[in-house]
């Protein structure tokens, strides 16, 4: 069976940023990713990518950082309250998910000060180009219920 829409794959995949430093690998947790392809639940890019492979392919996808997390906006880099964060120990470095427009997005600490904190709403990868390898694993048809939810079930839960 062929990877289209309307399909559950499953696959493992390494993670690599321009430098090939892997930031991460499914099979170090021993947990390969599950996605329901045509439904948005990957980047598009490394849908295109995997469209029409088989069981046991394996490929090497680089994604420039517009068809990944897209270009650094350094608008989103601002000063804000202190007082806005719910710890009182900050430091750089540190992560907070809050709600953004699209959904959760995830704030980085860049600077402390005494009243206000340098915060950059870019997701932590904008601005990279990534390089993805992936080894399809499994091909399925989606259940009516995953069709429905638009991604993968538990497997306990496809029936």
């Not at 392809?37 to 890019?45: C, L, P």
């Not at 492979?53 to 000063?79: F, I, K, M």
């Not at 009243?115 to 990279?128: F, I, K, R």
């Not at 399809?136 to 989606?142: D, G, H, P, Q, T």
Request: proline share 6%.
């Amino acid at each position: 069976m062929i990877i289209a829409p309307q399909r559950v794959v499953t696959l493992h995949y390494e993670l690599s940023d321009e430098q090939g430093s892997v930031l991460d690998d499914s099979r170090s947790r021993d947990k390969p990713l599950e996605y329901l392809h045509g439904h948005a639940n990957i980047m598009a890019g490394l849908e295109r990518a995997l469209e029409g492979r088989e069981v046991g392919a394996e490929l090497s996808v680089t994604l420039l950082p517009a068809e990944a997390y897209g270009l650094r906006d350094e608008a989103l880099v601002q000063r804000l309250s202190r007082s806005a964060f719910p710890v009182e120990e900050l430091a750089p470095g540190m992560r907070f998910q809050t709600p953004g427009e699209d959904g959760p997005e995830i704030v980085t600490i860049l600077e402390v000060h005494e009243d206000s904190v340098l915060a950059d709403a870019n997701h932590p990868l904008a601005g990279h180009t990534l390089r993805y390898r992936l080894a399809v694993l499994s091909v399925r048809e989606a259940s009516r219920e995953e069709l429905a939810k638009g991604h993968p079930l538990p497997t306990a839960a496809v029936r």
